[in-house]
């Protein structure tokens, strides 16, 4: 029996909600904490470290084949707060994915949409409905909603990146949607620059718009490299003069979130600087590329190193302070806030 | 010990798998059900019926004083598939209201956003941020998002009307906001046209932009009259000349639904005629305002009438059946299926 | 020649003048006049008296048959200080026009959009693209850019109506197309509603969004009825307390302006009362439908009645001051300015 | 007297004619050519010489003091079928500015707006409210509307660019203003990025939402690099694979046209390739950067080098022949076709 019982000294009481429940009605009355005045928040801050990320992926690859199941060499994040659920926060899933020489993670579908920040090497290819992004430290590459996707490793080293996902949301919503896919053969893995770099890559330049693809809820540039993340982290820190800057990833053909779901952000912080303290609605995960420093997420400090990743829940303040310079990329849902009209941003004290 | 262990027989994996359980991961290769080629769906098909919500309302109205926790007399709908979850379906809180003769629910808002569709009666006014919104049978009347609101009842009659909520969306995102209002003394209790609808309220004509309120993510048109929805099913019934008609709740001043959380729609299907069999993801609550007949959710068939509450989970088809004209109401989480470029709808045979 | 020549007392500056006509250019600095601290307006405030209006109509009507020329009996509001173009404001085009009984004004279509409004009389039809539209006094009928359309007057009565066109800005934009069509055997002339109110003509109400017309440029709401623009007006007037009030003619699906290059405003003046003095960038057309006072335009006033027709010019402080309650309908080019960042509106004292 | 006279044989015609000449009216069946079956077009095709421009501007410099009059020393094109107005096509201005060693054209502001092609040189600034521009060959600068803007000129050479302006369009709707400005002292005019491309000059980055410019009618980003542009042409041509490209520059945080009624396009055509033939509505200027080779227009064609400037008319084919590589920088009104539903494409055989 599911439904939920509330009993009352009262008998006449105890009679109503007995009833109540038979017929699968539960009095508002006796339920707390649904309307508070500040969120509810279910995860909490914690830091999975990158040394750890690391060994652990190694250990999995020597001991899993990437076709044992999922088709993936994933480890995923799980909350400590989330009671065993696999999520990072409660509305992303975060991972590190670790694919060794030779091996290609086969070609799939899912309306979940999935990004993957590369932390470390190279030499690996994500075919994007049939478009071979090549993948480096600091890039971020997107697969969308319901794009086909699979990863080659043609390369002698194995290399391990953080995928993120908005799967905890459109599970929540009960849309998710799989499909198998037909891996490709494909000539031009060599090719540094992908088809959807060459027309939508440019600042400011776009293919005439009979020419562009047609409009679809995602970025059609698919892969973000990291040289002209770290020039445009470079030019803002000087308008903002504040030690720290912000960039956010574009679709560039509209100027909005690279995805419906998921905002990606860069962040640098300089040598002896901070970052705001500000507190958001939505849940965000954040991992370090360069430098070192601390995160306050809340009441809680934890040193941060190139690799780590960062869970920060929903309205808890957060700053960083770079002990080097830090180059951070994070991940949150605020589109989706902001979608259903549910942003709210403070700056705190 | 909140994460997940797993275990397997190979000595070397069960050590990989309780170090990643220290360590606050899980390996993607031992999660099952997370891609799944269609969607898992908890909530399940269920009604509520119309003579129980009144009988039980009735009670409560008896028993329970409005004051005695959350400032309303509410019954709220739990899916028997949700385990004790008081949600009608997945994604939105549905429930009986329940307001006495000489009654008033005092002043409130939070960030969930609500609407009241009223089954029978009149007499009861919601002030929404000051405006007064006569409550008569068949109208749909909107408290957005952090909208100040409080129930009146001057009348010597009880009042029941449907809630529903996007609470279970805004609790997922954990971005719940509550707050106590000043109730007012409202004069104009009288008027049957609220400010709302003196200037939103004419079809094709609004006030000229620079007059307009100020956009907000919700329609500025308050109150929707049933004379207005009865009309336009008849007219619209005459261009799809198919038995069967919908008519979707907008916001004037864009086209757009009335709230970036919940559609609202008028259905009616005539006498011998049925509705299209369609699923689409997310999940709808229905409730009917004249006439009878059966709906068929899934395998299941459920007799319906007037007051009657319907959960019609995800991706699961459905239709209405009408012996007499069937008139009703849904609301389902379509926006945000949109907003995410998640929606999708099938017709089925 | 048509290259301007320049000249001047200097030999050199003379000579360099005859070599730039030469080269079809011109010296910016010899150039008076092209950018001014406020607009150059050519077009001069005039009224057009709906006596003599509708008198050389009937005159017209008895001694030139419709099929003479362009298919219409129509005789355009040529602005004193055009210079004998034919355009009443310097981007609007405003006419009477005129159908005698038993008359029909055959099927075409044209890139400039037309809108009629009606001064008096009914049982005049226009059909846009196959949809019957009745015209009765008071109401407002679009034949938007490029779609078919014809008038039928299955009457014994002539009928007259201020037709009002966006001719002058798309000859300036070289943009003229034009066709004739089929004329069509309409077996729902009687019909008072037309298909697109059926769909389209509900207050706050709309068909489901995947069945909605293929989005244009323009309403799908082809016409709007007088019985709804007064009772719009009536409950504006509550809400402005001011004597006065203008309600703009809407596209139902985006809340925005009828058509793309035309903004049609229904106003009224109580008794004794006045408009605002305002001027905005931007021609306009106005019309009486009810009541009567006088105009202030500019400087000058002019006496108005039902029926008159006024040339508004750009900039020029505009307001209305009823001796009777005024009813007025007006159409401007405010959506062009808007759309080109180039609207300007100031209240003057 | 400005009104036109119609007469006829027919006395009671002639009568009628004469009545309606008194009352300002003109009878549409007299009316020639306005609805035309394709557009009237009044410009021509038409090639100013670089040459002359570059020599006749010499000369202006030489005679001609910047402060003569309009504060900018400008060569004004006048497409020979306008009658002597000095517009290169119907709706567009265009001309050469030579700026002389040392001088500084004041600021001031206009709703025109207006923008520059650098043919040859550098060493010239342009401040937008207060952003200094460096000017370099290939590049676009904005000066869009109501901003003001100088030019500075610190070098010893003298420089020469091409301005185009939608000062036609602007005065057919009676929206012109303007007004000096203050010219300011600019420490930063060594700066070689502006202030504008440090926060919008990065490929698919921006700066958070919170923290971008108040959105406006044109793009936040001032300058477009002739590096950048060439590049994005080199991507695409390998895209389209055709031996021509075009890209369209952007506002990047919208990906619409840099302003409202002026696109902007880069073109390149390889060795022996021709760019295809089409015709549009809406009237363009054309400027060859690099190489050279012939513009078919219409049934004209002309011999294209380095500066040319051309005048292709509304609805008339035209396409681009190289001889060696040609890059070229054109403007249409196509933002303005497009925003009131007037533009149509056709690609010729």
């Not at 926060?89 to 091996?103: F, H, I, T």
């Not at 993120?164 to 060599?190: C, H, K, N, Q, W």
């Not at 995160?295 to 302070?321: K, T």
Request: glycine share 8%.
């Amino acid at each position: 029996m599911s439904t939920r019982r509330f009993s009352h000294s009262d008998p006449e009481l105890d009679e109503l909600y007995s009833d109540l429940s038979t017929e699968h009605l539960q009095p508002l009355w006796e339920l707390k904490g649904l309307l508070t005045p500040t969120p509810t928040v279910a995860s909490v801050p914690h830091r999975w470290s990158a040394a750890q990320l690391r060994s652990l992926g190694e250990r999995s690859g020597r001991l899993v084949g990437i076709d044992r199941g999922g088709d993936r060499r994933v480890l995923a994040c799980a909350n400590p707060g989330l009671g065993g659920a696999p999520y990072a926060v409660s509305s992303l899933w975060a991972a590190v994915q670790y694919l060794g020489p030779r091996e290609v993670a086969p070609a799939h579908r899912h309306t979940p949409a999935a990004l993957r920040f590369i932390l470390e090497g190279s030499g690996v290819w994500t075919l994007v409905d049939g478009d071979p992004l090549a993948m480096s430290a600091g890039d971020l590459v997107l697969t969308p909603s319901w794009t086909f996707h699979e990863h080659h490793n043609p390369s002698d080293e194995p290399m391990l990146w953080m995928d993120v996902l908005d799967l905890p949301m459109v599970a929540a919503l009960e849309a998710v949607f799989f499909e198998e896919g037909p891996s490709e053969d494909v000539e031009r893995l060599t090719d540094p620059v992908s088809r959807s770099e060459r027309s939508y890559g440019a600042p400011g330049l776009l293919p005439p718009p009979a020419e562009r693809t047609t409009p679809t809820r995602h970025s059609p540039l698919l892969a973000y490299r990291w040289a002209d993340t770290d020039r445009a982290l470079a030019r803002r820190l000087d308008v903002t003069g504040a030690g720290a800057a912000t960039m956010t990833y574009v679709d560039p053909t509209t100027g909005r979130d690279v995805m419906p779901t998921m905002r990606c952000e860069a962040h640098c912080v300089v040598e002896g600087a901070s970052s705001p303290r500000i507190r958001q609605t939505g849940s965000r995960v954040l991992t370090v590329f360069h430098g070192s420093g601390v995160a306050e997420v809340g009441e809680q400090r934890f040193d941060l190193g190139p690799g780590d990743i960062l869970a920060i829940p929903s309205w808890v303040p957060w700053s960083l302070h770079a002990h080097e310079r830090i180059d951070a990329f994070s991940t949150s849902d605020a589109p989706v806030l902001h979608a259903l009209g549910l942003y709210r941003e403070q700056e705190q004290p």
